[in-house]
Nanobody, 123 residues
Framework: VQLVESGGGSVQSGGSLRLSCAAS????????MAWFRQAPAKEREGVAT???????TYADSVKGRFTISQDNAKNTLYLQMNSLKPEDTAMYYC??????????????????WGQGTQVTVSS
């Protein structure tokens, strides 16, 4: 299984970014895909999840601003991030597990991880 993130970058407060995670070799019929983030000197935190039925969950800190989605034809996971704030600055990781979503989670239950993409929001 390989997960490859892209789409990070630097934006000003209030701006938007869309992260992508291209998955390959992932053949579970029941699965969970997730986005996590980790800021310097902080613990990793879950941002959002989506399962094989399309059900989603979000951290309270991003509800109403971020949207997780997936394109099964392209084997790609997305995270649309709007109204970005400086506190959203972090390395963002795509993760997956071949089972139901575990939420809340700091990621210990997720088996597969991407390399991360940096998001920096300036005030």
């Amino acid at each position: 299984v390989q997960l490859v993130e892209s789409g990070g970058g630097s934006v000003q407060s209030g701006g938007s970014l869309r992260l992508s995670c291209a998955a390959s070799g992932f053949t579970y019929s029941s699965y969970c895909m997730a986005w996590f983030r980790q800021a310097p000197a902080k613990e990793r935190e879950g941002v959002a999840t989506i399962d094989s039925n399309g059900r989603t969950t979000y951290a309270d800190s991003v509800k109403g601003r971020f949207t997780i989605s997936q394109d099964n034809a392209k084997n790609t996971l997305y995270l649309q991030m709007n109204s970005l704030k400086p506190e959203d600055t972090a390395m963002y990781y795509c993760a997956a597990r071949g089972d139901y979503c575990v939420w809340p989670s700091r990621g210990d239950s997720y088996n597969y991880w991407g390399q991360g993409t940096q998001v920096t929001v300036s005030s």
